[in-house]
């Protein structure tokens, strides 16, 4: 998990270390005559809460669907969101072994605002704005 610390520690120290919000990583393993594997972890913080070391040592589930991801090169992308006041911002990433790769404003905006089933636009939530990643380097 080496591999998956170090980019949520990068991931941390490059903008989440403010606010509190949460930290989704999804993951859709291919398992040979099986049904794909989905993986989805959670991670919800208060304001005191985000740190380097809660990025890694408080998020077991985050750190395990990251690790299985950059492993098998799985498709899979990390979301964050940062709530301050009334206001929220989400920012995602695709997983790319082995670093994140930014997504751009316009594809974070259409992941949240497309029903997943029907493929039709839905509404923005209300006081979010839908940001594009930023680049996380790689140590």
Known sequence: M???????H???????????GDLIVTACCDR???????????AVVGAATWTLSSAC????????????????????????RHISGDACTVRAWAVASPTLAPMPEAEVFSAYCTDKETGEPIPPEHDVTYRAGFPIPVL
């Open 2 to 8: 080496r591999g998956a610390d170090r980019l949520l």
């Open 10 to 20: 990068n991931l941390v120290a490059g903008h989440l270390s403010w606010g509190a």
């Open 32 to 42: 040979a005559g099986h049904e794909p594997l989905q993986a989805q972890a959670v």
């Open 57 to 80: 040592d408080g998020f077991p589930a985050v750190r395990a669907v990251l690790a299985t991801a950059l492993a098998t090169a799985a498709p899979a992308g990390i979301t964050a």
